[in-house]
């Protein structure tokens, strides 16, 4: 339940005089739906104006100036703008308009009458003009601000309104009980909430939008605390919710000794982390993380047996149909030949293939099922689901994977929970989405892994490449070639998927397969299925293919301009290819000539072809993209954050992190004085009911 003292900020915004029925939907994309969200809303920048005379204007600087208009000057031909000059004590200012009615402005600059203008000063052949100057009458004063900021706008609501509603808002605003530990705001010489937002609204200059001036962090740290008691409370309720013990059996073991290799010192650490889990009791929540060609399958296949030997079933969940085959095809064989019945559901099943597939499930006869979101579909059913793998856990939400875990039989405990992702991130981030769960890293290689030799090349030589290219694929060999884009786009040069392909089917006289995002997914799975099983010897792409295509015989990867991807982004495309024995290539193609290219893709490129070590990209992208939105967040699940950055607040989320486990331990129950004040702050952020914050 809501605390009481928040209702002011929960209410609806078009309860703030100014938000009606034109405005409010404006307000509600820009902002969001609540009183909070506009106080919320961060300014994006801060207009500094300073007064100003003709004779000392500093061009580039916002100006007061205090003028007598002289006279209108009405443009002479097309396209010319409306002047009216200005004068005062030392000299004219010229005010311009681009459009507009000459009328409407001698109206609002009547000669002789005097005016405070205000806006950029810029030079033109000798003169101080102003363009589109915000124009106040001498009594108007008090309504021309020093400092003031600046707030994103859209059509239709401009930042002054924005800003009128923030301070509404900000009146709305009340006194909130301190939730922080006193010593701690000492240490960081914060203020208290309530000052802390007021500054971030009432700038006295850039400095204070800096993600490091104090108010902001403050109100950093408050969002981040608030983050991290959702993910610890998360924790908290799956390690109380009893769950099926699962032990080691005979099936496991038969499936480890016909492994044909020994584990990785980091595989058998999983393996014994992801085993005290399942024995416990308690509900597993477990991440797998380990780079490209680590070894994640066969740690989880070794947890799927355990499941199968326990009596329980188990399921390996895929986003696509195509990785749910592969894995399939790659894990059948031995689970069956271990004693542990599997079978494949995925949404393109026939109803003949389907039913004794589904009979085998419910009845108990079929141990592990591997499919994709056909899985949690209402006719499945398990007969003791006790474990659910998902694959790629990033490609999932929350509730697919609980809709999964739901299948499970509510009398044997809940469904133990294991992810795994092949995008390595660095440690810190690993709190802002998975705060919630264990973390097991896979960070060694299987021995036999063909290390991918990175070469760094300029476009020019394309010609040269193809000719390369020609050769290896006349020798059997197969090649990936990635273009960043789909078809020609006026606004970029880089260069289309479809022209590419065109291009190299025109110069290679071989078959070029071709996959984008914007084809329906039955073809585009059909295109990479021939890709896969050989059929076609060149696949052009874009990024579809970053994730979940396992082509042993792909030997060579081509990445056109590769100065424009991430560094992550990079690393997960070169691991399509390095899956077999033979040697092979990654060619990364940066555009224009070596002036051309930033330092930070010349070091981006550098990273990538002497390190094959995901964690040590993933610690440099995080490095080298400071600020923002690192490694595309919001775009792979990663909590929105209104005040926090994950970089530059990477030791404020530490602490976070750290503060949320020791009030929840000292104090679970929210009793004490700062327990009821924590619970003011958790409602104030409502993590707890943000499903995207928390995916």
């Known amino acids: 339940m809501r605390p009481q003292i928040l209702f002011p900020l929960f209410a609806e915004v078009s309860t703030l005089k100014g938000v009606g029925p034109k405005v409010l939907p404006l307000v509600q994309k820009l902002a969001g739906p609540l009183v909070r969200d506009l106080l919320f809303l961060p300014p994006s ?16 600087q916002v100006g007061i100036f205090e003028v007598t208009i002289d006279r209108l000057i009405l443009p002479g031909k097309p396209g010319a703008p409306i002047k009216v000059r200005a004068i005062d004590g030392t000299g004219f200012v010229h005010l311009i308009w681009f459009g507009g009615s000459g009328q409407h402005i001698d109206r609002l600059l009547p000669r002789g009458e005097t005016r405070l203008v205000t806006g950029k000063v810029e030079r033109f052949n000798n003169e101080v003009q102003i363009v589109h100057p915000d124009v106040f009458k001498p009594t108007e004063a008090d309504e021309i601000a020093a400092v003031e900021p600046v707030y994103p706008a859209t059509q239709g609501l401009t930042s002054r309104v924005v800003r009128k509603l923030v301070q509404a808002a900000m009146a709305s605003a009340p006194d909130l009980p301190e939730w922080q530990d006193p010593a701690w705001l000492a240490k960081q010489r914060w203020s208290g909430w309530r000052e802390a937002i007021g500054r971030l609204h009432a700038p006295t200059g850039e400095a204070d939008l800096d993600p490091g001036a104090p108010a902001r962090e403050r109100l950093a740290y408050d969002e981040l605390f608030a983050h991290q008691l959702a993910l610890a409370r998360r924790r908290r309720a799956r390690q109380i919710t009893p769950a099926p013990v699962i032990t080691p059996g005979e099936a496991s073991a038969r499936l480890l000794a016909a492994l044909p290799f020994t584990l990785t010192g980091a595989q058998a650490q999983a393996v014994a982390e992801i085993r005290r889990d399942l024995a416990s009791g308690e509900q597993m929540g477990r991440l797998l993380q380990g780079d490209v060609g680590s070894g994640k399958t066969v740690v989880a296949a070794l947890a799927l047996a355990d499941a199968a030997a326990s009596g329980f079933q188990a399921a390996l969940m895929a986003p696509t149909e195509i990785l749910a085959r592969q894995h399939y095809q790659r894990l059948a064989p031995t689970l069956e030949a271990a004693g542990v019945p599997t079978v494949l559901l995925t949404g393109r099943d026939t109803p003949a293939e389907r039913r004794p597939r589904l009979a085998a499930l419910a009845s108990g006869e079929a141990k592990v099922a591997i499919g994709t979101h056909a899985l949690f579909q209402d006719a499945v059913r398990f007969d003791r689901l006790a474990l659910a793998v998902i694959d790629e856990q990033h490609r999932f939400g929350v509730n697919e994977r609980q809709r999964l875990q739901a299948k499970g039989d509510p009398r044997t405990g809940g469904v133990h929970l294991l992810t795994m992702s092949a995008t390595p991130i660095p440690r810190t981030l690993e709190l802002t989405q998975y705060g919630e769960l264990d973390v097991s890293r896979l960070t060694e290689k299987p021995p036999g892994r063909t290390p991918v030799t990175t070469a760094v090349l300029p476009l020019a030589r394309i010609g040269e490449v193809a000719k390369r290219l020609k050769a290896a694929l006349d020798s059997g060999a197969q090649a990936y070639w990635i273009c960043p884009l789909v078809a020609e786009s006026e606004a970029s040069d ?25 084809m329906p997914g039955a073809e585009r799975e059909a295109v990479m299925a021939d890709f896969a099983d050989g059929r076609t010897p060149l696949l052009v792409a874009t990024t579809v293919v970053e994730v979940g295509v396992d082509v042993p015989n792909a030997s060579i990867m081509v990445i056109e301009h590769a100065d424009r991807f991430g560094l992550a982004q990079l690393h997960q495309l070169r691991g399509r290819v390095g899956r077999g024995s033979k040697a092979s290539t990654c060619l990364l193609l940066y555009g224009g000539g070596d002036d051309g290219l930033g330092e930070t893709a010349k070091t981006r490129l550098e990273t990538l072809r002497r390190t094959e070590d995901g964690f040590e990209i993933a610690e440099e992208d995080f490095r080298l993209r400071g600020g923002g939105d690192p490694l595309g967040l919001k775009q792979s699940g990663f909590p929105a954050y209104r005040f926090a950055d994950p970089i530059r607040h990477r030791s404020l989320m530490l602490a976070a992190a750290d503060d949320a486990r020791l009030v929840l331990g000292r104090d679970p129950d929210l009793l004490s004085p700062r327990g009821e004040a924590v619970k003011v702050l958790e409602a104030l952020f409502d993590w707890r009911n943000d499903r995207s914050g928390l995916d």
């Open 45 to 60: 920048g801060v207009v500094v104006r300073r007064p100003m005379t003709a004779i000392d204007a500093v061009e580039g």
């Open 494 to 518: 880089l260069a289309a998927a479809e022209a590419r392909a065109a291009d190299l089917r025109r110069i290679l006289q071989i078959e070029v397969g071709l996959a984008h995002g914007q």
